[in-house]
């Protein structure tokens, strides 16, 4: 499972703070069987955001995690950048990580990270908090490689 991690800080993309989250949902992706091929950093910039994710869709990447971006103050704005590049939505990925965190903090309901489907790339939106990352990768590796065994079917056959 190709798979990139793109952290969207503006702090982390001008080394004026350290990205922890990124490396952290590399190294849980990895235990969950993908293969991190790609790892980026970009700030808080909606073009810039929405060419990397087109970037990785069209280079075939099977899984795009992002970190930062989610929550409420103006310079959020993975999650539109995202939907500008998500062809289907995975509503239901997005739910699961806003259930967990919910659990966990009443903050975790402000998260505003969507899921979603481009060609045959699943874009999951994580907060771009370490303890966060490490609280929600749980709930979705177990449906990983099922959700890219299925994106990478054709015409409803496993592809060769």
Known sequence: MR???LTVSTSVSRRASEDESGPLLAQLAEEAGADVEAMEVVP???ALIEDRLHHYVDDGFALIFTTG????TPDDIT??????VIE???PGIAEALRAESAKHTPMGMLSRGVSGIAHRTLIVN???????IGQLFPVIAPVLQHAVGTLQRQDGEPSH
Request: glycine share 12%.
């Open 88 to 90: 289907r939505d995975a």
């Open 126 to 132: 994580f907060p771009g908090s370490p303890k966060a």
């Open 3 to 5: 798979t990139c991690v």
């Open 44 to 46: 808080d910039d909606y």
């Open 79 to 84: 999650p539109e950048a995202t939907r500008a």
């Open 69 to 72: 971006g989610t929550g409420f």
